[in-house]
């Protein structure tokens, strides 16, 4: 499935979009009043990167929370102009 973490398996989350109005009471107003609540989906911040699996290099569509905490391995990509040594 697209929407979802390649590794982790995280997709969209449901939940409510809540519209307010007023000032709030610690600012001087009578307190805030919600007038409309709508449903929505919070989707996952997935990216497109090259990871490193066994000895070859896959493109994946991966979360953040994984690239962050190490779950995957980026592929090692050498810099631009450089002659490899032999």
């Given amino acids: 499935m697209s929407g979802s973490c390649q590794v982790c398996g995280k997709t969209a989350q449901k939940g409510n979009s809540v519209q ?6 610690y600012l ?9 609540i709508s449903r929505r989906l919070f989707k996952p911040n ?10 070859s290099t ?7 929370q994984c ?3 190490g779950r995957i391995q980026k592929a090692v990509v050498r810099k631009p102009f450089t ?3 032999s």
Avoid at 28 to 36: E, F, V, W
Avoid at 49 to 55: A, D
């Fill in 20 to 25: 307010q109005r007023g000032k709030p009471k």
């Fill in 28 to 36: 001087g107003g009578n307190g805030r009043q919600t007038t409309g």
């Fill in 46 to 55: 997935l990216q497109k990167i090259r990871v490193q699996e066994g000895g």
């Fill in 58 to 64: 896959v493109t994946k569509r991966v979360c953040v």
């Fill in 67 to 69: 690239i962050r905490s």
């Fill in 83 to 85: 002659v490899p040594e």
